[in-house]
Nanobody, 124 residues
Framework: QVQLVESGGGSVQAGGSLRLSCAASGYGYNTYFMGWFRQAPGKEREGVAGISPGGATTYYADSVKGRFTISRDNAESTLTLQMHHLKPEDTAIYYC?????????????????WGQGTQVTVSS
């Protein structure tokens, strides 16, 4: 049984930084593609970043390129999203998600397991 638990959310002012973590339990973490998604009130869920099972390939939404960095530690079964230069429009609940396969990374429907989410609030 796979479980994903996010942590690290909080409230910051615009221009600040936050580091989100996702701890995964279950077998075979290093075989799964991992992603970060977010959902703001009244908006659809959107893909923020994705990373290949070995960590060599990363993907980002245009809105976060150059500001966010996704990484993973397969030995520790953890996923991280380092966020810099945060903007009010980054305010959302952030979720980590896990799947196998190589479908387009930002399609949330292709992910099998999801965390409970962590709130990120950026004030202007």
């Amino acid at each position: 049984q796979v479980q994903l638990v996010e942590s690290g959310g909080g409230s910051v002012q615009a221009g600040g930084s936050l580091r989100l973590s996702c701890a995964a339990s279950g077998y075979g973490y290093n075989t799964y593609f991992m992603g970060w998604f977010r959902q703001a009130p009244g908006k659809e869920r959107e893909g923020v970043a994705g990373i290949s099972p070995g960590g060599a390939t990363t993907y980002y939404a245009d809105s976060v390129k150059g500001r966010f960095t996704i990484s993973r530690d397969n030995a520790e079964s953890t996923l991280t999203l380092q966020m810099h230069h945060l903007k009010p429009e980054d305010t959302a609940i952030y979720y980590c998600a896990e799947r196998q396969g190589w479908d387009p990374w930002s399609l949330g429907s292709t992910y099998n397991y999801w965390g409970q989410g962590t709130q990120v609030t950026v004030s202007s």
